[in-house]
């Protein structure tokens, strides 16, 4: 069976850095689309990160853009989001997804199908 797996996530003052990892296994042909989500407590959860195969095409929700990168690895079954100058309001579980809406004509962030079991983000002031 398929499988995200996340890890790297921690505790970090304000505007610090943190990586994500995310190891997909189970899969019998690369990925066509990885994105990144968050969820933090009382809120819903929300799309910020997509990387496409086609062209290595990336996209960003404007709460991260500039701070966040979204990037595969030398191993394909493997990316990456780096977060820097983090924020308090970044504290949120992250989740690593496939089956991005992109892949089917829609939003590249509109929405991710299949998500990992999460990691733990924590922002200090």
């Known amino acids: 069976d398929k499988q995200l797996m996340e890890s790297g996530g921690g505790s970090v003052q304000a505007g610090g850095s943190l990586i994500l990892s995310c190891v997909a296994t189970g899969y019998t042909a690369p990925l066509g689309c990885v994105g990144w989500g968050r969820q933090a407590p009382g809120k819903a959860r929300e799309e910020i990160a997509a990387w496409y195969q086609y062209k290595s095409s990336t996209y960003y929700a404007d709460s991260v853009k500039g701070r966040f990168t979204i990037s595969q690895a030398k191993d394909p079954y493997t990316f990456y989001l780096q977060m820097d100058n983090l924020r308090p309001e970044d504290t949120a579980m992250y989740y690593c997804?496939?089956?991005?809406?992109?892949?089917?004509?829609?939003?590249?962030?509109?929405?991710?199908?299949?998500w990992g079991q999460g990691t733990s983000v924590t922002v200090s002031s």
């Open positions: 997804a496939d089956d991005c809406s992109g892949e089917y004509g829609g939003d590249p962030l509109g929405d991710f199908g299949y």
